[in-house]
Structure formats: C-alpha cells, structure tokens
C-alpha cells in the first residue's frame, strides 16, 4: 500500500496463552477509567452457549500520539478481563500482559458457573480492567458448544476509535458451517461536499499475524460498497478443519470520504445472518 493509506486497524493480533484463571471471588472495586470500553449484560444459555470475551492492544505502526482523553500512550500493559454476575460477583477473571498487537480471549462455560445459577438462561456482565497506557480493541461472542458456530457478535467502540485505529475485535467462525463476511460503504452526507470517492482494501487476518485474504485495492465511488468473504475455501488446511476460527477484520482507504463497514457471519447451508456488528461512527477521514 502507499503511504498515503491510512488503516481502520493498527495491525495483526497474536493470541496470548498462559493466562491465571482465579475462582468465584466478591469482585474488587475497581478503578475508574472512562476511556476504557465497556459491554453491558449478555446472556446465554449454558446448556448449549458459552461467551468469549477478546481484547486487543492496539499497535499502530510509526506513531507515538497520546491516546484520548489525552493521558495514555500506546505500548505494553497488564490486561483484566472480567465476567461477573452484575451483582459484584467475580465469576471468572483473567490477568495477562499484552504488548501492542497481541490478543487474549476468556471463556465462560457451563462449568465456570455455580449450581445456584438458573439452568435456563444466565445473564453474564463482562468487563476489561487496565494498567499501564494502551488502547484496547474488544468484542464479546456467544459461541454455541455443540458446533463452535457464533451466534451472537458484538463490539464496543471506545473513545480510541477515529478512522485509523480499530472499529473491530476479533470474531470467530466454525469453518464447517459458517462464512464471515465484511462490508464497507462510501456514504454520502447531504451539505458535506468535501467527501467523495475514494479507494479502499478489506483484509482478513489470522491470529498469528498473517493475512488470509485480501481484497486488493477497490475504487470505492460516492454511495457505493463493497464487500470481502472469508469462507473455508480461503482457509489453510489445518484452520479449516479446526471446529472454530478467530480473525481480525482490516480496513484501509486512501481519499477523503466517509466509510460505514459492517461484519457478519453467515450460515454457508441456508444464508442466515448469525450475528452481525456494524461501526459505532463513521470513519471520516
């Protein structure tokens, strides 16, 4: 790409193991931080759905900026995820150290829950909790246990979001069954006619860092879209037979226009949306 791209997503995530799990814990006040992304309630069913919770630090390659509200510098820090039972009950915590582009993901299972849980429906509050300056890009997923499919995606845009940093966590698929697809409109604003056309490139990444499919530069006119599948198809052999896969959707534009994108993962048998996640803002640069 040339210089003049500038990404909707700093760069590749690496998955981080080795993560501390604690028990059932009365949760710990925590610190304040209103810059931080947040998620309100989820539930599921824990007879057949678990919830992932992934978080992203962001790198941003050749820019040292202080993050909003104007306190943070991008690099390394210590990283809490949190699900608790939005009492003040802590029911799964995981604490790890991300350097800039590293991910790490905790799941809530059937499990990790205790018995005094209704066996029908739970509703689960997740939460991320920081320490040292970095910008965090998360997502939050109900998975079904039987087949790995997503059922459900959601993203949380913080105040970090402003059309070079990310508008997207990660978000899985099972290969066997389901297709992610990612979408990019050049939207018209009526009274704003500085914005126009544009070009753009749509990129999956896999969680060790490399591109799994790109679109390659796409002239983008005024009020038109485009869109980029990622499907088994597209997938190295060892992904595509493993029962769920996480990627991170990039965008890239060169010109000045105003981009809305939108995720979606499909079902490959009958084409129902499964879960989808759209921008919070439009990109506007």
Same mark, same amino acid.
């Given at each position: 790409?040339?210089?003049?791209?500038?990404?909707?997503?700093?760069?590749?995530?690496?998955? &981080?193991? =080795?993560?501390?799990?604690?028990?059932? !814990?009365?949760?710990?006040?925590?610190? !304040?931080?209103?810059?931080?992304?947040?998620?309100?309630?989820?539930?599921? $069913?824990?007879?057949?759905?678990?919830?992932?919770?992934?978080?992203?630090?962001?790198?941003?390659? +050749?820019?040292?900026?202080?993050?909003?509200? +104007?306190?943070?510098? &991008?690099?390394?820090?210590?990283?809490?995820?949190?699900?608790?039972? =939005?009492? %003040?009950?802590?029911?799964?915590?995981?604490?790890?150290?991300? $350097?800039?582009?590293?991910?790490?993901?905790?799941?809530?299972?059937?499990?990790?829950?205790?018995?005094?849980?209704?066996?029908?429906?739970?509703?689960?509050?997740?939460?991320?909790?920081?320490?040292?300056?970095?910008?965090?890009?998360?997502?939050?997923?109900? &998975? #079904?246990?039987?087949?790995?499919?997503?059922?459900?995606? !959601?993203?949380?845009?913080?105040?970090?979001? @402003?059309?070079?940093?990310?508008?997207?966590?990660?978000? %899985?698929? $099972?290969?066997?069954?389901?297709?992610?697809?990612? @979408?990019?409109?050049?939207?018209?604003?009526?009274?704003?006619?500085?914005?126009?056309?544009?070009?753009?490139?749509?990129?999956?990444?896999?969680?060790?860092? *490399?591109?799994?499919?790109?679109?390659?530069?796409?002239?983008? #006119?005024? %009020?038109?879209?485009?869109?980029?599948?990622?499907?088994?198809?597209?997938?190295?052999?060892?992904? $595509?037979?493993?029962?769920?896969?996480?990627?991170?959707?990039?965008?890239?534009?060169?010109?000045?226009?105003?981009? @809305?994108?939108? !995720?979606?993962?499909?079902?490959?048998? *009958?084409?129902?949306?499964?879960?989808?996640?759209?921008?919070?803002?439009?990109?506007?640069?």
């Amino acid at each position: 790409m040339s210089i003049g791209w500038k990404r909707s997503w700093g760069n590749v995530a690496v998955v &981080v193991g =080795g993560v501390l799990i604690a028990s059932v !814990v009365r949760a710990r006040s925590p610190k !304040v931080q209103p810059d931080l992304p947040s998620f309100g309630l989820v539930g599921i $069913a824990p007879a057949s759905q678990f919830v992932r919770l992934n978080v992203t630090n962001m790198r941003v390659a +050749g820019l040292a900026f202080l993050a909003p509200p +104007g306190t943070l510098m &991008v690099g390394p820090c210590r990283v809490s995820l949190i699900f608790g039972d =939005g009492q %003040g009950t802590t029911l799964k915590r995981s604490d790890t150290h991300l $350097a800039p582009g590293q991910s790490t993901s905790l799941d809530l299972m059937a499990s990790d829950l205790s018995p005094l849980f209704a066996p029908g429906r739970v509703e689960i509050l997740p939460a991320i909790e920081r320490s040292d300056g970095c910008i965090l890009a998360p997502s939050v997923e109900v &998975v #079904a246990t039987a087949t790995s499919e997503t059922n459900a995606y !959601v993203l949380r845009k913080s105040a970090n979001g @402003n059309g070079f940093l990310p508008a997207y966590g990660l978000v %899985g698929m $099972a290969p066997a069954s389901q297709l992610i697809r990612f @979408n990019v409109s050049n939207q018209a604003i009526a009274g704003v006619p500085r914005f126009g056309d544009c070009n753009v490139a749509l990129t999956f990444f896999n969680a060790r860092g *490399g591109p799994l499919k790109q679109s390659g530069e796409v002239h983008l #006119a005024l %009020g038109t879209s485009t869109r980029l599948d990622l499907t088994a198809a597209d997938l190295p052999p060892d992904l $595509a037979r493993a029962p769920r896969v996480e990627v991170l959707p990039s965008l890239e534009h060169n010109g000045t226009c105003a981009l @809305n994108s939108s !995720v979606e993962v499909i079902s490959t048998a *009958g084409g129902q949306t499964d879960a989808y996640a759209g921008d919070a803002a439009l990109s506007t640069n």
